[in-house]
Every structure is written in C-alpha cells, then in structure tokens.
C-alpha cells in the first residue's frame, strides 16, 4: 500500500494532482468555513465537542474509542509489528454524509503510540502520507523515530483514511491500481485512452455510486476533527506529506482554532491542486531522468545504458520508441508482463521521486530490464520493480487506485471534453515527448459526476512549518513558495539541491530534521525562513 500510493502521486504525486471542495454539507458540520450558514458553527472556539452540539454530531465526537491490538488474523505482518512497537488500535465511527449524521457510518481505522514523557505531553499527532489513497495506520513507529527525543511527548495517531486501508473499504475491481496512462504516440492511442479511462469511472459508479460523492478531502478533514473530538483533545498537531499537505491546510481552513502545531512536507497549493497537477512537474521530472541519467552513466559497468548522460538518455528514447512499435515482454512464466507505449512513461515517472543512490539504482536496474526486452531478450525483473509493474499492470491495487481516483475526481470538476485534452497533448508533445502525452492525458475524472462541494479556498492564515526540496519532482518546489505566500505566518525550509519527494524523517538530512523536531518541541517556528544544502556523499545534512 505504501508503495502503492508514492507511485500514485506519487501524485500529489501522481497522487498529487488533485483538487478538493467544499460547501454542501458545511452546513451540518461543526465545520467553520468562511461562508458557512450553520447555525451550529463557530469562529475558533477550542472546546473538543461544544461545536457539535446540536448539530446532531455530538455521538461522533464523543464516542468511546476501543484501542487494543492491531493483528486483524494470522498474515497481518503490519498489526504484529505495531503491537511490538507497543501500538494499540481502533476504529472511529463517522457519519457518510456529515448533512446527514442520523444515516449510513463508516469506520475510520487508527493506530496510537502513546507518549511515554507524560509530565512533558504535548498532545496528539495526527499523520497523513500522501496519495490521495495512501494509508498512514502502519506510520506512528517510523516518525516517533524520526522526531527523536520529542517523539516521546506526543500520541502519535496513524490513521486510514475513508475507504482506504482498514478503514471502510472501497474497490472498483479495475483491473489495474493506478489510473494514469500516457496518450501514447498518435490519436489511436488516445482514442484509446478515452475508452479505456471512461471504463474505470463506468466500473466505480456502477459498484459504489452511492458512496462516491462523499470520498473527498473535505470530508476527511471532517473526519479528522471527529478524531479529534473523540481522542478528547482540544487541538491537534499534524504531520502531512504530499496530497497531506493539501490535506492540512483544508483543515485549517476548515477549523481553525483547533490545531497546534503543522508540519507539511512536499506542499500544494489548493489554488493548484485538481486533476492535471502533474501537469506542472514536467520539467521537475525531466531534471530528474536527466540527473538520473548522469548518474548510470558514470555506472555504465554495471547498467549498459551508456556512456555520458545524453547515451543513458538515448537509451530511454530507443525504449520508448521500441514500446510504441509493440509491447515490450518482461518477466517470465506467471510473473509476465507486457509494457506498451501508454504504460511505459508511468513506469519511468514513478521510479523518480527519490533521488538516493538505492532508488537511482533500481531505476537503473529497470531501465536495463526494459532496454533488454526492447531488444526482444528474456528479461528477469527485480522484486521492486516487479512490484511496480503489478502495481500499474494488474487488480492487485485496485482498493487503492480506486480511493485515489475518487478522491481526485470527488474534490475537482475536470474538463469533460476529450478533444480539450487531445489539443493540450498535442500542444505539449514536441517540447516534452516522453511525459507530456502521460501528464496532459485525459483521466477518469473527466467521466465522473461533478463534485458535491466548491473547492476550498485559502481564507485564513496558518501558521504552519513547510518543508520542501528544490528538485522534487512530485509536488513541485514552486507549489510549496506559493502555499508560504497563502499563509504568510508560515515559514519555508528549502533544502537546496535535492530531487527528492518527502523529506522530514525519510530522507536524512539533519539540517531539516533537525528544525522540524525543534519547531514540534516548542512550537516555535524559525524566526525566518532556513535553507538547507543536500550533501553529496554521507548522511544529509
């Protein structure tokens, strides 16, 4: 699943390229929107239940929550590994329509590591990495690591959100995981695309149309406040990375007043955010391949892609233009897989979001694969990139493209007509061949039913912390400098140098740790804006 959702955004990532909105059911939600007629609502008010008095909300936010292990059966390797890290488990009830709270409930599946520093509790953490799609229930351990000696002074709250994960599931039963496709090279093979687009939003509406207007941002940021409400909390802090960043500043929007500290790592723009996002990472990701290609070439011993950057790079060319011509054949016996033209640029794209020696490595691991089999050779995949190829190829992840792309499709409207996507693919071929037919393509949002709510829109400040790499290839660096200039309490650390995705705790560089974990301890944010530098060789720093 975690692999899953970064491939997906990888969008904020592919996941990343969203939208969200807003305003139907504000009304019977304890929500405090600007604009919002409830007669409920209120302006900033800290108290964790007294604002949903009335509204018919109260059952919800304060509800008895039953933690206890995580182990669901015998092959759940997840839930043993929480309890051993001394998690507990369990699921918030939340109503379907927050206007209609005496109707359907969902359950929303969380994970707790409780603060062992008590004298010294902060409060609680909630966590959100991405996607939109991605679960977040298995994280508590990894970040209480990361935040070092101030982790012990927080409960740290994974949790899933709707109808991803654990929590109520949703499954269009597509027979891939990820929706995202390239044009290919000529109008047949978009042709194609319309068909084959229209079929995955056809399959979700006919298998869950009545769930689908309520799988939305909005509505998770008001199952997060719930959550809130439940754990007995006046505010709650917030980590969120990707797609969560977005995730974040709606629920500052939302509810302000009712978070403390906020982290958002990899950020978004709401202005930006909606279903052709990753239109605008396309020189982000061509930096990346070029970077990338740089480095195999120096490894040409191991790779035999090429000599200089510009060899590596005609070596992807050769492969794209081989999988244009015929599907490229990988793997063999029942791990076999065929790659065409509309499925290659996803498989590159996906594989560039991390630029650590061990990820350029199994990128170079697959390129050589894929290069091999252009040439019509017997390949033999490595078990990562035979994940992705599953991933992308297969009904395995289905659960989790499902969630994604009705999150997407649920928050923004997309143009409905395919010849709008049609003139921006041919517009954009010349100058970016290989991912611009993949990020102006049509999607499924273009087939789906218009959202129930307008798009949240930045009203209120946020003092928020934002961490963003210059290079990253997901949700670009531009995104994050224009969210700090929404938020103008916010302040930016910019870690220069870096074609990375996701930096805080997971990349190692002690430089940005280091001022996170500062801000999480005091609650201070830095008195100006900090740059960082990616080391070369070593641990970041």
């Not at 009705?406 to 923004?412: M, P, V």
């Amino acid at each position: 699943m975690r692999r899953a959702s970064a491939i997906g955004l990888a969008l904020a990532a592919c996941v990343t390229a969203s939208s969200a909105l807003a305003t139907a059911t504000a009304a019977a939600s304890p929500a405090t929107d600007r604009g919002t007629n409830s007669a409920t609502a209120t302006t900033g008010t800290d108290t964790a239940t007294a604002t949903a008095t009335g509204s018919g909300l109260d059952r919800y936010y304060r509800q008895n929550l039953d933690w206890g292990s995580c182990v669901t059966g015998p092959d759940d390797t997840v839930g043993r590994e929480l309890d051993e890290a001394g998690a507990q488990c369990a699921d918030a009830t939340v109503p379907l329509d927050y206007a209609e709270p005496d109707g359907r409930t969902i359950t929303v599946a969380m994970s707790r590591l409780k603060a062992t520093d008590t004298r010294n509790r902060i409060g609680a953490m909630l966590l959100n990495f991405g996607g939109p799609g991605g679960p977040a229930i298995d994280t508590p351990p990894l970040i209480r690591k990361a935040m070092k000696d101030v982790g012990a002074r927080y409960d740290i709250i994974g949790f899933d959100p709707r109808f991803i994960g654990r929590s109520t599931p949703l499954d269009c039963g597509w027979a891939t995981g990820i929706f995202f496709r390239s044009a290919g090279p000529d109008r047949a093979g978009f042709d194609r695309q319309v068909a084959f687009q229209k079929d995955l939003a056809d399959k979700c509406r006919a298998t869950d149309a009545s769930v689908l207007p309520y799988v939305t941002t909005r509505n998770t940021a008001r199952d997060m406040d719930v959550i809130r409400g439940a754990l007995g909390e006046r505010k709650i802090s917030y980590l969120g990375y990707s797609y969560g960043t977005y995730l974040g500043t709606v629920y500052s929007q939302m509810f302000p007043g009712r978070y403390d500290r906020m982290v958002l790592d990899g950020a978004i723009s709401p202005q930006d955010y909606g279903p052709g996002l990753l239109r605008d990472a396309v020189s982000e990701n061509e930096q990346a391949l070029a970077d990338w290609a740089t480095w195999a070439a120096s490894r040409d011993a191991t790779y035999h892609l090429g000599r200089t950057r510009d060899q590596v790079l005609a070596t992807v060319d050769r492969v794209a233009e081989a999988s244009s011509r015929r599907s490229l054949t990988i793997g063999t016996g029942s791990d076999t897989y065929q790659v065409d033209a509309s499925q290659l640029p996803l498989l590159l794209f996906a594989m560039l979001s991390d630029d650590s020696d061990a990820s350029r490595a199994e990128l170079g691991t697959a390129v050589s694969v894929l290069s091999e089999a252009a040439k019509g050779k017997p390949t033999r995949p490595s078990p990562v990139f035979t994940e992705t190829l599953r991933i992308v190829l297969t009904g395995d992840y289905s659960p989790s493209g499902s969630a994604q792309t009705a999150i997407l499709c649920g928050d923004r409207a997309a143009p409905r007509d395919p010849e709008v996507y049609w003139r921006d693919i041919e517009r954009n071929r010349a100058a970016h061949p290989l991912f611009g037919p993949m990020t102006e393509n049509i999607t499924p949002c273009a087939f789906w039913d218009r959202p129930s709510e307008e798009p949240t829109q930045v009203r209120r400040d946020a003092p928020a912390l934002i961490v963003a790499a210059t290079g990253d290839p997901r949700t670009t660096y531009r995104g994050s400098v224009k969210l700090h200039r929404e938020l103008p309490s916010s302040k930016l650390i910019t870690l220069k140098g870096a074609n990375r995705h996701g930096i805080y705790g997971e990349y190692g560089n002690a430089c940005v740790d280091d001022q996170v974990n500062r801000y999480l301890a005091t609650g201070k944010l830095p008195s100006k804006d900090r740059t960082c530098t990616k080391r070369t060789t070593g641990r970041q720093g």
